[in-house]
Structures are given as C-alpha cells and as structure tokens.
C-alpha cells in the first residue's frame, strides 16, 4: 500500500506534464493552433492536462495559493464555464427579446415569419459560443500546468518554451530565402514561421524574450568572478537572443517589434547583472544595442518601411475604423454581450461602409472581448490585474529585501514581462484569438501567479 501511495503522486506529475509538454509543442504548429482539425486536438491534450492536475490537486502537491488568491485563480480558471452558463442556458422568449441588441433581430426574424422557438440563449450565435468555450480548455489547461508543476518541471517547460521560439525564429530566418515552400501555401511573402500572420509570429517569439534574458543573465552570472571573458555559455545564449530578435525584425511587424524591445529592455534592466550598480547597468545596455546592431545589419532595413509615412493612414486607419465600430456595438450590448465569439456574425450591423469585405476581429482583443462578453470580461480581467498587481507587489517586495529575487522568482518576473507582451500588443492585434499565442500566454501568467516553490 505504501508502494502504491509513493506511485500515484509520480503518475499524476507525469501525465500533467507530458500531456503539457505535447500540448506546448503542438501549439504553434499548424497556424499557431488556429485551424478546426488542429484545435480540437489541442482540447483533447488540454482535457489529458486537467486531468493530471486535478489528481495532483487530489494528491496535495499543487500549489494554488490561499484564501481570496486561491479563490482568485479558480474563478479565472473555471471562466469558461461563466461563460457557457451566463450566455448558453436557454432564457424564455420574451426575456431575451428584453435583453440589450436583441429586439432587431426578433423584428427581422418575424418580418420573414420565421417560425420562433419558446427559448433562447442569451448568446446570439450559440454555435460559435460553444466552440470558443471549448477553445479555452487548452488556455485553462497552460494556466494549470504553469501553477501545479514543480519547480524543477517549471524550468524545463519555459526552457521549453525557448526552444519552440528558436525553431519558429530559425524557420522565419529561412523564409527570408528563396525557398517558396517554407510558407507552406500562406498567401505572404513575410517572415511568418509557421503562424498565418507575421504579427502573431514576432508576438510569439516576443513572450520568449524575457526567459531568454535571464538564461543570459544566469550563464554570466554563474561564471567565477575571477573569470573576465564571457563563457561558452553566456555566447550561446547570447546568439539564442540574437536570432530571435532578428527573426522579430525580419517579421516586420510594427507592434510586434517595439513590444519586443519594450519587454527586453524591461528585463535587461531588472534582472540583476552579473556586475553590480550603475557600471553593471552601463554594461547590460551597451551589450543589449551591441546585439540589436547586429541583428539589424543582419536581416537589413526592410522593416524601417513600416514606420514611414502617416502611421494613421491605410491598414492602421482600417483598424481604427474596426475598433472604434466595435465599441458602438460593445455599448448597444451592454452588459451582457452579443455572445463569446459572435463578433464575425454580428459585425456587420455595425461595420462602415467605407471598410468592405468580410471583418472577422476587431484587431483590438480588448474591445472585442467587451463586445461579446460585456460585464463578465470586466468582471474576469479585473481580477486578472488584481492577481498580477499582488503578485507584483510581492516581488518587487523580495527584490529589495535581502539578496533580492532568487532563481525561481526571477523565472516568475521574466514570465510577467513575457505576458506583458501579449497584454500590449492585444490592444492592436487580436493574439489573444489566436491559440498558440493564448496558450503560451496563459501559461505565463499561471508561471506569474504561482508561488515561489523552488522545488
């Protein structure tokens, strides 16, 4: 019985993290996860990840805070179940012709005299709600697996991580040639790994770059004092961050570009260097141009093309058209929302005649998520920033207590700088539809959120 009892808790680590490091690799694969036959099978490895951590919940390993934090973060994780019993459970006929937005469409419906069933999801396009519901098991899934791991398992899954960021930058850097095939059929010309769009490509290497700071930072660190020469360590992870941010270059992706460089910096300047006070800092900034001259005399000035002329006028004048549509059609479905994942079906009752075609995002993940979610998105990313604002308290209390941040924590910084690229570059882009950006930035705010177990 004791021999059984030792077996179950390695059982359940090891079905939660295989079936996560599966999931991890599979992400960005096909599209960056977003295609039907390639997202269900990211649901059915996200459903093999829960069931791992549920057991290790069940066994007393995970770690998922206490009091209002723990009821915090299964709240966030129980979110699409929200979603699916505020905008799926059926409502009478009249009550839902009562909710905001929807009596233009009843009109309609009876001057075509289509016959009207008795009950009615709050959600204007039930079938998209539920697919965007079961969507977020893979989120739900990285978020878990980044607080219930160990600390030893958390490592190897954001070195993980470096490692995907390496093969798509590798492969963008390929692209750059003649050889056609490498887009597999994309329709683009542009750096895009194996992403449909460069922008999703440079956000998903972008969320990487703080993990690899810090792998610099840690190499340096490592060296005996005594040593004056960087080591064979530090270089490899200093030509890692150089390949990735050429490919992020390459990409030409505005946003994805000055996101990248924000959150490097960032981490370059609070990570702790190997040399201490203001000449540490000096030397940190000067090695971090040094590489990006580099890598700008590598994969040329094409990129600079994209920050000429009037930033306001063609593709960026078309967005700010979508958004500022989205946003009237937010407010006319205030407070309940037009439905998870309705907005491509609902859209075009508010969409500018000047913008033709079919628009399927709002290119802002924010206003788009206000428009279908309403009060409940309000509701869930309120508590998000409570969580990551505590969380960020408490390091920034460790790291002026002491010897500052120790390993793990600082794994646990470069995880919240690395989701504060998703966060920027969401306001203009819709990353977070896509789902291996999602995925990838759901497990770093569960690497944010999770407690300093070092072990």
Same mark, same amino acid.
């Given at each position: 019985?004791?021999?059984?009892?030792?077996?179950?808790?390695?059982?359940?680590?090891? =079905?939660?993290?295989?079936?996560?490091?599966?999931?991890?690799?599979? #992400?960005?694969?096909?599209?960056?996860?977003?295609?039907?036959?390639?997202?269900?099978?990211?649901?059915?490895?996200?459903?093999?990840?829960?069931?791992?951590?549920?057991?290790?919940?069940?066994?007393?390993?995970?770690?998922?805070?206490?009091?209002?934090?723990? &009821?915090?973060?299964?709240?966030?994780?129980?979110?699409?179940?929200?979603?699916?019993?505020?905008?799926?459970?059926?409502?009478?006929?009249? +009550?839902?012709?009562?909710? !905001?937005?929807?009596?233009?469409?009843?009109?309609?419906?009876?001057?075509?005299?289509?016959?009207?069933?008795?009950?009615?999801?709050?959600?204007?396009? !039930?079938? *998209?709600?539920?697919?965007?519901?079961?969507? %977020?098991?893979?989120?739900?899934?990285?978020?878990?697996?980044?607080?219930?791991?160990?600390?030893?398992?958390?490592?190897?899954?954001? @070195?993980?991580?470096? %490692?995907?960021?390496?093969?798509? *930058?590798?492969?963008?850097?390929?692209?750059?040639?003649?050889?056609?095939?490498?887009?597999?059929?994309?329709?683009?010309?542009?750096?895009?790994?194996?992403?449909?769009?460069?922008?999703?490509?440079?956000?998903?290497?972008?969320?990487?770059?703080?993990?690899?700071?810090?792998?610099?930072?840690? #190499?340096?660190?490592?060296?005996?004092? @005594?040593?004056?020469?960087?080591?064979? &360590?530090?270089? /490899?992870?200093?030509?890692?961050?150089?390949?990735?941010?050429?490919? +992020?270059? *390459?990409?030409?992706?505005?946003?994805?570009?000055?996101?990248?460089?924000?959150?490097?910096? &960032?981490?370059?300047?609070?990570?702790?260097?190997?040399?201490?006070?203001?000449?540490?800092?000096?030397?940190?900034?000067? #090695?971090?141009?040094?590489?990006?001259?580099?890598?700008?005399?590598?994969?040329?000035? %094409?990129?600079?093309?994209?920050?000429?002329?009037?930033?306001?006028?063609?593709?960026?004048?078309? @967005?700010?058209?979508?958004?500022?549509?989205?946003?009237? &059609?937010?407010?006319?479905?205030?407070?309940?929302?037009?439905?998870?994942?309705?907005?491509?079906? +609902?859209?075009?009752?508010?969409?500018?005649?000047? +913008?033709?075609?079919?628009?399927?995002?709002?290119?802002?993940?924010?206003?788009?998520?206000?428009?279908?979610?309403?009060?409940?998105?309000?509701?869930?990313?309120?508590?998000?920033?409570?969580?990551?604002?505590?969380?960020?308290?408490?390091?920034?209390?460790?790291?002026?207590?002491?010897?500052?941040?120790?390993?793990?924590?600082?794994?646990?910084?470069?995880?919240?700088?690395?989701?504060?690229?998703?966060? /920027?570059?969401?306001?203009?882009?819709?990353?977070?539809?896509?789902?291996?950006?999602?995925? =990838?930035?759901?497990?770093?705010?569960?690497?944010? /959120?999770?407690? %300093?177990? #070092?072990?």
């Amino acid at each position: 019985m004791a021999e059984r009892s030792l077996q179950r808790p390695a059982l359940s680590q090891g =079905l939660m993290l295989w079936a996560g490091v599966a999931l991890l690799v599979c #992400a960005p694969v096909i599209r960056g996860g977003n295609r039907y036959v390639a997202l269900i099978a990211l649901e059915w490895l996200g459903l093999a990840v829960l069931l791992g951590a549920a057991l290790v919940a069940l066994d007393g390993q995970g770690v998922w805070g206490r009091g209002r934090e723990r &009821a915090g973060l299964l709240l966030l994780a129980a979110s699409p179940l929200w979603v699916a019993l505020l905008q799926l459970v059926p409502l009478p006929l009249d +009550v839902w012709v009562a909710l !905001p937005g929807r009596a233009l469409y009843q009109d309609l419906l009876a001057a075509v005299q289509m016959p009207q069933p008795a009950w009615r999801p709050a959600s204007l396009t !039930p079938a *998209a709600t539920w697919a965007s519901v079961l969507a %977020g098991i893979p989120l739900v899934a990285c978020f878990a697996l980044a607080l219930s791991c160990s600390g030893h398992q958390f490592r190897m899954l954001c @070195r993980l991580l470096i %490692g995907l960021a390496l093969a798509q *930058a590798l492969l963008g850097l390929a692209q750059l040639g003649s050889f056609k095939l490498l887009f597999f059929d994309a329709g683009t010309n542009r750096v895009i790994g194996t992403f449909a769009n460069p922008n999703h490509f440079a956000n998903f290497l972008g969320m990487t770059l703080p993990l690899v700071v810090l792998e610099v930072r840690r #190499a340096m660190h490592d060296q005996a004092p @005594r040593h004056h020469r960087v080591g064979n &360590a530090s270089l /490899l992870w200093g030509l890692l961050l150089f390949v990735l941010l050429a490919a +992020v270059l *390459a990409s030409s992706s505005r946003t994805g570009i000055v996101t990248s460089l924000v959150v490097t910096l &960032a981490t370059t300047l609070m990570l702790p260097g190997r040399h201490g006070g203001q000449a540490g800092l000096r030397w940190r900034l000067w #090695a971090l141009a040094a590489l990006l001259l580099v890598a700008v005399a590598s994969v040329g000035l %094409g990129w600079l093309e994209r920050f000429q002329g009037d930033l306001l006028a063609g593709d960026a004048s078309f @967005r700010g058209l979508m958004r500022s549509s989205a946003w009237t &059609a937010a407010l006319e479905f205030w407070p309940l929302g037009s439905g998870l994942g309705s907005f491509g079906m +609902v859209f075009p009752r508010f969409q500018p005649a000047v +913008v033709t075609g079919f628009v399927e995002h709002a290119h802002s993940d924010y206003v788009q998520l206000l428009m279908e979610c309403g009060a409940l998105y309000v509701l869930l990313a309120g508590l998000a920033l409570w969580l990551i604002a505590r969380r960020a308290r408490w390091l920034a209390h460790r790291a002026l207590q002491g010897d500052g941040l120790d390993a793990h924590e600082q794994m646990m910084m470069a995880c919240g700088l690395g989701l504060l690229a998703l966060l /920027l570059h969401s306001w203009l882009d819709f990353n977070l539809r896509i789902p291996a950006n999602a995925m =990838l930035g759901a497990f770093m705010l569960g690497g944010l /959120l999770r407690l %300093g177990r #070092a072990n």
